[in-house]
């Protein structure tokens, strides 16, 4: 089993509609979880920390389940500009290192 | 906001021969580096983990005597591929963290890889 499990994807939304991703993790011991954005070819771009209350930017809501291990993003309100992949990223703050686990990504494309 | 350079951003070489990419954190000092490795469709996945003045820390399956790692200096981070195959195309990113409990990091723009 991956440490880090997310759907694949594609998630093809028309602009205006809500989408919501999951993410699962083995290690219960995480520490810290985390949601990147990745457009084609180029670098992950952090898009919010997610606390255990839950954490909302604008459109954009975090949510960590620790019982069930899952962490969720939620997108309200879809703009063209939301396509991208969607990674999630787990530290099991092993050895005093932050390193990070991540996801294999979620893919969104949304339409007009 | 933490500013991650990589250098080069692409980069051609013939099997066998060796490449070096440097990794350098801007406006802070990097106590940890971390280097990652995406191959198309698929995450990324963590090579290894440097603290400055001491020796990576390389993660399962990774040769660390291909992969050399060097973190000379808080700011600077340097990943060789030696003797690069085919098979080590691939899209190189580093990140770094600063001082202190946080746990963010800070991404450089990737370099890609493509042996010959």
């Known amino acids: 089993r991956k440490e880090v499990e997310q759907d694949p994807g594609p998630f093809n939304v028309p602009e205006g509609a809500t989408v919501a991703f999951n993410c699962t993790y083995s290690?219960?011991?995480?520490?810290?979880f985390f949601w990147y954005r990745q457009d084609c070819r180029k670098e992950p771009k952090l898009l919010m920390s997610?606390?255990?209350s839950g954490n909302e930017d604008g459109r954009f809501t975090a949510q960590l389940n620790r019982a069930s291990q899952y962490i969720s993003l939620l997108i309200r309100d879809s703009k063209l500009s939301d396509s991208a992949t969607y990674l999630c990223?787990?530290?099991?703050?092993?050895?005093?290192?932050?390193?990070?686990?991540f996801g294999a990504g979620t893919r969104l494309a949304v339409h007009p | 906001g933490a500013v991650v350079s990589q250098h080069p951003s692409w980069v051609i070489c013939k099997s066998g021969t060796s490449v070096k990419i440097e990794c350098r954190s801007l406006?802070?000092?990097?106590?940890?580096m971390f280097w990652y490795r995406q191959f198309p469709k698929q995450s990324l996945m963590l090579m290894a983990t440097?603290?400055?003045?001491?020796?990576?820390?390389?993660e399962q399956g990774v040769e660390k005597d291909k992969f050399l790692i060097n973190h000379a200096s808080l700011t600077l981070s340097t990943l060789t591929v030696t003797s690069a195959h085919p098979e080590d195309s691939s899209f190189y990113i580093c990140?770094?963290?600063?001082?202190?409990?946080?746990?963010?990091?800070?991404f450089g723009p990737g370099t890609r890889l493509t042996v010959t």
């Open positions: 990140s770094a963290s600063g001082a202190g409990s946080s746990y963010e990091q800070y």
């Open positions: 990223a787990v530290s099991p703050f092993s050895g005093g290192y932050n390193k990070l686990i």
């Open positions: 997610v606390y255990s």
């Open positions: 290690n219960s011991a995480s520490q810290s």
């Open positions: 406006d802070f000092q990097a106590t940890t």
């Open positions: 440097s603290n400055e003045g001491s020796k990576a820390t390389y």
